[in-house]
């Protein structure tokens, strides 16, 4: 079993930035592949970001790529996602998740079996 705790949502203006945390416990972090996915109201929860523990390749989506970042830090077995320069559309609650081993299809929200709880993020135009 992979606890995931998210924290750093908020409301904020276009333009501006947030990170994201992703605090994960009951498996050792190294042996775990990690995603940020989102969803909005109406919408189909879609893929964000994914950091895989082998090789430490990073994926994103068009629609943040150049503006988000994610990384791992080993040591607090925490992944983090910076998102830079907001848009209204980027407003969604925002969802860690994991897979303990390998993840062959990191952008694939099926890849993945735990969830947290999601964190909520808001930007005003």
């Known amino acids: 079993q992979v606890q995931l705790v998210e924290s750093g949502g908020g409301l904020v203006r276009a333009g501006d930035s947030l990170r994201l945390s992703c605090a994960a416990s009951?498996?050792?972090?190294?042996?775990?592949?990690t995603g940020w996915f989102r969803q909005a109201p109406g919408k189909e929860r879609e893929f964000v970001a994914a950091?895989?523990?082998?090789?430490?390749?990073?994926y994103y989506a068009d629609s943040v790529k150049g503006r988000f970042t994610i990384s791992r830090d080993n040591a607090r077995s925490t992944v983090y996602l910076q998102m830079n320069s907001l848009k209204p559309e980027d407003t969604a609650v925002y969802y860690c998740?994991?897979?303990?081993?390998?993840?062959?299809?990191?952008?694939?929200?099926?890849?993945?079996?735990?969830w947290g709880q999601g964190t909520q993020v808001t930007v005003s135009s």
């Open positions: 998740a994991a897979v303990v081993g390998y993840a062959a299809y990191p952008t694939n929200r099926q890849t993945y079996r735990y």
């Open positions: 009951g498996r050792a972090f190294s042996s775990i592949a």
């Open positions: 950091s895989i523990q082998i090789g430490g390749s990073t």
